[in-house]
Nanobody, 129 residues
């Protein structure tokens, strides 16, 4: 499984970004894909997840209402759009994949990085005023 993120960069506060995660080496619709971020000196934070089969989504409180996660099975790509960016959104953003059957386990937590099996290398997002 290979995951490649793109779309990061520098943006001013209040701006928007759309991050992309292209997945290969897997049966796309058999997986759920999540987005995480990690700021310097901080723990990795789970942000959102989408089931590529049924489109079910989950959002963390920190970005709910100003973010959208979508999936395009024709392109094997998951997107995370972030709006109203704040300086606190500065971080390296990662996508991660997990077989969707794992998500049926009652203890599975979309915000827990240990609950994902494959990871991309990350893309830097820097928000400045």
């Amino acid at each position: 499984v290979q995951l490649v993120e793109s779309g990061g960069g520098s943006v001013q506060t209040g701006g928007s970004l759309r991050l992309s995660c292209v997945a290969s080496g897997l049966a796309f619709e058999d997986y759920a894909i999540g987005w995480f971020r990690q700021a310097p000196g901080e723990e990795r934070e789970g942000l959102a997840c989408i089931d590529n089969s049924d489109g079910q989504t989950h959002y963390a409180t920190s970005i709910r209402g100003r973010s959208t996660i979508t999936s395009d099975s024709a392109l094997n790509t998951v997107y995370l759009e972030l709006d109203g960016l704040k300086r606190g959104d500065t971080a390296v953003y990662y996508c991660a994949a997990v077989p969707r059957t794992h998500t049926f386990i009652i203890s599975w937590d979309f915000e827990a990085d240990v609950d994902y099996t494959d990871w991309g290398q990350g893309t830097q997002v820097t928000v400045s005023s």
